[in-house]
RNA sequence: AGUCCCGUAGCUCAGUUGGUUAGAGCGCUACACUGAUAAUGUAGAGGUCCACGGUUCAACUCCGUGCGGGACUACCA
């Protein structure tokens, strides 16, 4: 005998979710789906490395399960679904975690904390939550190849970093270059962004703004500007917050589109004649309206109205190029500096819309000077390095500072003497008392007495302060090494557009619009635990070698100590081409160890190397080429590890994740590192607000996963809203969905394995053809097939949402509230016929196709489901629902017409429940008959076909169609918008009001005509049915119900012969309930005894053969008295009866 | 500030090329049904489809401008 269908007590998916786990583990299942089928050959997933460093969270849930369920979809259409799993270990987390666990700062490393000992914390600190994300990864099902996972700080990895950046050093795409960051320099270390946003940073505060007066010169580019002056000169009017970057100015900017007018005025300081340059759109915040018309004769200086007069008007792109003064003579600039640039951060919103550029303090001012070969002002100092005309303490620099021939040549000694050595602002100096003059009064006054100021103001305006000694911060240049991404970016926007986005507008949008304004990539960190930059240079900088390999830097290192610079070979133990962990462990490629390292120039000389951290996104960007230790290893068979078909990661990973992997990919292959990609949006808390620990609404994964099991968490995640929305998570939401769709579809098995146990059945029997079952089998069937084509469309799509959602609507709706239970009668009793087996066939088919449909999002359960229906009839040799090929449908058995039948049937039937229950007739009482009327020729065809279902569903003996219309019918017309719209547009009201005036008569004519002519405003019209809907609304004198087109009516009318059957099944709801109550089996046969009485005498009389079949009774009798036990009372319509139900022997 | 996402019932979400009664589930209320029962059915209450403007005979749907929530990037005279 073969096995049985397993039975439960009940659904616990929780146990499920650890029993299905051992299943896997016993057989493997896992290694055994990474295999082709009919060579579909492979699909190739990236899995962005989480850091171990700190604990997993519910929203790791979410992204995992889209990971999840589309590498399962892949495998079950035959792919080799590769994945290796790795972890991110470098990066600024890490370090502050450290940092905090330690109770140090980042001046401490170094001197309290040797740099070996920090980084011995930070790598196995990074790993400290190894074991933690291991078990969610196997609770929640997450299938990733963890065998040998990728690990950036490995040595290996490490070396595949370098290699790459040798490939762009040797290219030219590597360079050092210098960016403007906040610094603090009262604590005298740069501020990384989030440092920045430490809540409290930002004071208001209170500082002297002026409008600077630049003098233009005069030749062939600003000629025109000239041609109707009175002044001999034209000042170009700029604002700034910090006149203490005035003395660095070296250009203008000017919005390309704005447009400009050149005012005569007077200084209001001075009060002589100007003529100034300034926006249109705020001419009158600097020159009020009510001064326009004040006449010029009559202005005496320190008048406080000042008349002006505009005098000419042009574009931003005509001032482009016009070169003016120096405005403070301190120091001279290299060539090229004094020109007005056009810059699209430009805006009229306040100043005067042109911007003094300091190229050395501002990340705008640098980046439009560099675009347009601007030179910033810099100074050299004595020991020959360059730096901005502010230190890094935050003091102009003093003259003695400076290299000697630069000050003969370069500095005005004169003017500079009074301003040199002062810091920019008063707090940098603790000596200075807070009401001293600062240095942007003293430029003010300066400028004031030589008439190049125009207005000075002071204003209050938030600015962010350093977290630790609570000093302004300075936005300053410091050295950095950069990756020329700016070159590649019209290609990175071209491979873009091959990218399968989802949800799509992240593609165009967030990510299409960020490589469109792309700038070159910032790749230095001051830190100590990341990957070294590989390069070593010369105390000068003049010569620098940038290392690709272990084996490079091991001879590299050997002619430095031929060249006596080295004593010994920290590599000396590597031998090249052995990729064993042992090999690689014999040295250490992070710091402090490579800063020891020597190298020797091929001049001679000694190479230091740059102290610099890379960026650890190159770490994760690089992940393609590292993961495979390429080109080490891997180097012929890459083609299949690169590129991934598909990734998916949360959209703050645009600019992570998505950006580096994108660039490096670009820059290193010119190909695409991921072909479709998914970015799916926050977890948020149920109130829409973020999770996090110190709130307290963090959803806890693993208490969830042990509460619910994984499967309706995940199901949960993917059908509850479109992965890139927001989620809310409510764990009542997981509470419904176990109920709704796994407690539906278990329930639906139950009955099943009930059953088919009792029957012993197998699916052994010959599949019995579907033409010849019956409709509603053939309907399911249909359906079943239009699932199957729509949830594979939708997992090809990338669209788990709306796959997840079809299933379960198939599963709760068609599957469970409507076939099982209008077939219930056709399961239990009766012979083992071919209804009954087509009954079986059908609802196995439905089951399992569902496990294998619903797989990829619920792996639990739908293994369990599969194995359960596979074990018991051995119709697939794949002892796991995820080594199945994913379902085909036969495109044959969707019957497009049968669906609309049976839709008929269930919008009938559930108005037919309606009419019950508005005159409270219970279901159990038989009705003679309902009237339907026909609302078109085909309608009796379609609905004769599920006329048997509906009647037995509402418990009705016949059907009678209404096809004479005129008579009983009230009919309704509505107008069809669609048809008429297009045709008479505007007449569209007037038209809608005439067919609702129509008379009943003129219905009927107009339906037997099949035409209607009548005129509005004089223009004929003519409608023909398909230009009006007609329905029957009502039928005097019945119950009816309207739902759309569908009308039905019910007769109500209860005769003695439908009471007494009714009577009959009440009796056979109380045996049942009795049976059931007292604990028979479904299938004993049992002896019923009914105490006489009138009022159900003729109803018992009549009917007890049919009581003894729907209650497997064998005799059903009327009595007198009760001997006995199991006497029970029964109320049938308030009437109480004495009855006795016993189990025969 | 820029870019993107979202805004429909108390809650979570559908709403397909614009077409006239805007849907579902949960929750609430009432009544039914029940040998699938931690289910199920029917009905009721609950909507200015964020606002305003435009296109159109017709806008929840298309366009524009705001407002609100969120994410990322940036911090500017």
Not at 104 to 126: A, F, L
Not at 533 to 561: N, V
Not at 932 to 946: Q, T
Not at 984 to 997: D, F, H, V, W
Request: proline residues 5%.
């Amino acid at each position: 005998m073969g096995k049985w269908f397993p039975e439960y007590k009940g659904l616990d998916l929780s146990q499920i979710n650890k029993d299905i786990l051992k299943v896997w583990d016993k057989n493997d299942t896992f290694h055994k789906s990474i295999r082709e089928v009919n060579g579909k050959g492979e699909f190739i997933f990236y899995e962005g490395p989480p850091s171990a460093n700190g604990i997993p969270g519910i929203h790791h849930v979410m992204a995992r399960t889209i990971k999840d369920a589309i590498c399962r979809f892949k495998t079950q259409c035959g792919y080799e679904v590769k994945r290796k799993a790795g972890w991110d270990t470098h990066g600024l987390p890490v370090e502050l975690g450290v940092e905090k666990a330690l109770g140090i700062t980042k001046e401490d490393i170094g001197t309290k904390i040797s740099i070996e000992d920090y980084n011995k914390v930070c790598r196995t600190d990074v790993m400290k939550y190894t074991d933690l994300w291991e078990d969610l990864t196997r609770k929640m099902g997450y299938w990733i190849n963890m065998d040998h996972p990728y690990v950036t700080y490995d040595n290996r990895y490490i070396e595949t970093l370098w290699w790459l950046l040798k490939q762009l050093h040797t290219k030219g795409y590597l360079y050092q270059g210098y960016t403007i960051q906040p610094y603090s320099p009262a604590a005298g270390t740069g501020l990384s962004s989030h440092e920045l946003n430490l809540p409290g940073c930002y004071h208001d505060i209170k500082d002297t703004t002026c409008i600077a007066l630049f003098k233009l010169i005069r030749d062939k580019k600003s000629g025109f500007l000239y041609n109707n002056t009175e002044t001999s000169d034209i000042h170009m009017m700029a604002w700034t917050t910090t006149p203490w970057t005035l003395p660095s100015n070296t250009a203008l900017a000017v919005g390309k589109e704005i447009t400009y007018i050149k005012v005569l005025s007077f200084n209001p300081y001075s009060g002589d004649p100007v003529t100034v340059i300034i926006a249109r759109d705020l001419l009158n915040a600097l020159f009020p309206e009510s001064n326009a018309g004040l006449d010029f004769s009559e202005y005496k200086p320190g008048d406080k109205k000042i008349p002006f007069r505009v005098l000419g008007e042009f574009t931003g792109g005509e001032l482009q190029g016009i070169n003016y003064e120096q405005l403070i003579d301190w120091i001279k600039p290299a060539e090229g500096a004094f020109r007005v640039l056009t810059g699209d951060f430009v805006t009229t919103e306040d100043g005067t819309g042109i911007v003094h550029i300091a190229p050395t303090f501002g990340a705008d001012d640098y980046r439009i000077a560099t675009e347009n070969g601007i030179p910033p002002l810099i100074v050299k100092r004595k020991d020959g390095s360059f730096s901005p005309m502010v230190d890094k303490r935050g003091y102009m620099v003093p003259i003695a500072d400076l290299d000697e021939s630069f000050v003969k040549q370069s500095v005005n000694i004169n003017t500079y003497t009074g301003f040199e050595a002062r810091p920019v602002k008063n707090e940098y100096d603790d000596n200075l008392s807070p009401d001293t003059e600062t240095l942007d009064v003293k430029i003010a006054v300066m400028l004031k007495q030589q008439g190049k100021v125009f207005r000075i103001e002071k204003q209050i305006h938030s600015y962010p302060h350093c977290w630790r000694t609570d000093k302004p911060v300075l936005y300053y240049p410091l050295d950095a090494w950069f990756i020329r991404t700016t070159a590649f970016r019209d290609r990175m926007i071209e491979l873009n557009n091959t990218i399968n986005w989802k949800p799509q507008s992240t593609g165009t949008g967030r990510f299409g619009k960020w490589l469109e304004n792309l700038v070159d990539w910032n790749l230095s960190r001051s830190r100590f635990w990341g990957t070294p930059l590989p390069i070593w240079a010369t105390e000068d900088r003049k010569e620098e070698k940038c290392i690709g390999s272990a084996a490079e830097l091991k001879a590299e290192i050997e002619k430095s100590i031929n060249a006596g610079f080295m004593k010994n070979n920290p590599l000396g133990k590597f031998s090249e081409g052995n990729n064993s962990s042992e090999n690689y462990e014999t040295f250490d490629l992070h710091r402090p160890f490579v800063d020891d390292i020597f190298l020797v120039s091929d001049t001679g000389r000694k190479m230091f190397r740059e102290p610099d951290l890379i960026d650890v996104w190159f770490d994760s960007g690089a992940m393609p080429y590292a993961q495979a230790h390429y080109p080490f290893e891997n180097k012929d068979n890459f083609h299949e590890m690169f590129p991934a078909d598909y990734i998916a990661e949360g959209v703050d990973q645009t600019r992570g994740w998505f950006f580096t992997l994108h660039a490096i990919a670009t820059m290193i292959s010119d190909s695409v590192a991921f072909k479709n990609i998914i970015s799916n949006g926050l977890v948020l808390d149920k109130n829409g607000n973020k999770m996090s620990k110190r709130l307290g609404n963090a959803v806890d994964p693993f208490s969830a996963i042990d509460e619910y099991g994984s499967d309706p968490l995940r199901w949960y995640m993917i059908t509850n809203a479109q992965p890139w929305d927001n989620l809310k998570f409510n764990i009542s939401g997981v509470d419904e969905v176990k109920r709704k769709f796994f407690g539906t579809l278990y329930n639906t098995y139950s009955f099943f394995a009930l059953y088919a146990n009792v029957d012993n059945f197998r699916y052994a029997e010959k599949e019995i053809p579907v033409n010849e079952r019956p409709e509603i089998d053939r309907w399911i069937i249909s359906l079943l097939n239009s699932l199957v084509k729509e949830v594979g469309r939708c997992y090809d799509d990338y669209d788990l949402t709306r796959a997840g959602r079809a299933i379960q609507e198939f599963v709760t709706e068609n599957l469970s509230n409507w076939y099982v239970r209008l077939n219930r009668k056709r399961y239990w009793g009766g012979e083992y016929d071919k209804d009954k087996l087509a009954a079986y066939q059908t609802l196995f088919v439905c089951l399992e196709t569902i496990s294998r449909l619903a797989a990829p999002i619920a792996p639990f359960y739908m293994d369990r489901l599969f194995i359960d229906l596979n074990d018991a009839t051995g119709r697939h040799k794949e002892n796991s629902v995820h080594l199945v090929l994913f379902p085909i449908y036969d495109e044959s058995l969707i019957d497009k017409a049968l669906e609309e039948r049976m839709d008929i049937a269930q919008k009938i039937s559930s108005m037919i429940l309606g009419l019950r229950r508005k005159v409270s007739i219970k279901v159990r009482q038989p009705l003679a008959r309902i009237m339907v009327p026909v609302p078109d020729k085909y309608f009796k065809e379609k609905f004769e076909a599920v006329k048997d279902l509906v009647l037995a569903e509402v418990n009705v003996k016949e059907v009678e169609y209404i096809d004479d219309t005129a008579s009983i019918l009230v009919k309704k017309i509505k107008p069809n918008f669609k048809t008429l719209g297009p045709r008479y547009g505007k007449l569209m009201k007037e038209i809608s009001n005439a067919i609702s005036a129509l008379t009943p008569q003129e219905i009927v004519s107009f339906e037997n005509t099949g035409n209607h002519p009548f005129s509005i405003n004089s223009q004929q019209i003519v409608l023909t049915t398909g230009d009006v809907e007609i329905i029957s609304e009502d039928i005097p004198g019945w119950q009816v119900a309207n739902d759309g087109k569908l009308t039905v009516a019910l007769d109500i009318t209860v005769s003695d012969d439908l009471r007494y059957e009714g009577i009959a099944r009440e009796f056979v709801n109380r045996i049942q309930n009795i049976r059931k109550e007292t604990g028979f089996d479904v299938t004993d046969k049992i002896t019923v005894l009914i105490e006489d009485h009138d009022f159900i005498r003729e109803a018992v009389t009549r009917h007890a053969a049919y009581i003894r079949s729907q209650t497997l009774a064998t005799t059903v009798n009327l009595v007198n008295s009760f001997t006995g036990n199991n006497i029970r009372e029964v109320d049938i319509d308030d009437t109480v009866i004495r009855i006795s139900v016993i189990k025969n022997n």
